[in-house]
């Protein structure tokens, strides 16, 4: 059985004890947010950063998401817009994620400022070559985040 892919925005589990010790990693789901050949950049709920190889790691779908977490939120933001790619800079309770993507519709930026609500600071969309858009997405804390 050929294990399932994994895309950006997806929530994974580090299998592997050794790297779990090596890291210093909980016992906790990571959020995978950027992908290079085989190996993974996952952050953590504590900020937590690190590059994972795809042979210890494993998808894991939440049953149940209330989109309070601050990792919930990122996950929702970058499934939303089927982002490629992804990039997050937090400073001082402001988070600025860039996000590669190949189409967006006013329907999904009516979607993305309702969710964030009060969070929500701004949205920048600019064309990158000839097929893909970076969107830059502001935002603050609620308090609940990192």
């Not at 937590?48 to 494993?58: H, Q, S, T």
């Not at 600025?96 to 920048?124: C, M, N, P």
């Not at 990158?128 to 935002?139: I, K, P």
Request: overall charge neutral; charged content about 25%; aromatic content about 10%.
């Amino acid at each position: 059985m050929k294990a399932s892919p994994i895309h950006v925005g997806d929530f994974v589990y580090c299998r592997s004890k050794y790297y779990r010790d090596q890291l210093q990693l909980r016992e906790e789901l990571g959020l995978v947010i950027e992908i290079k050949r085989s190996n993974f950049k996952v952050l953590y709920p504590n900020d937590k950063r690190c590059w994972l190889p795809r042979e210890v790691i494993a998808r894991v779908r939440p049953e149940q998401m209330q989109y309070a977490a601050f990792l919930e939120k990122l996950h929702y933001l970058i499934k939303r817009v089927h982002a490629l790619e992804c990039e997050l800079v937090s400073d001082s309770g402001t988070h600025r994620l860039s996000l590669r993507i190949d189409k967006i519709d006013h329907q999904t930026v009516d979607d993305l400022r309702s969710f964030l609500g009060a969070e929500f600071i701004s949205l920048i969309v600019v064309p990158e070559g000839m097929a893909f858009m970076q969107l830059e997405l502001q935002f603050g804390n609620s308090g609940s985040d990192v």
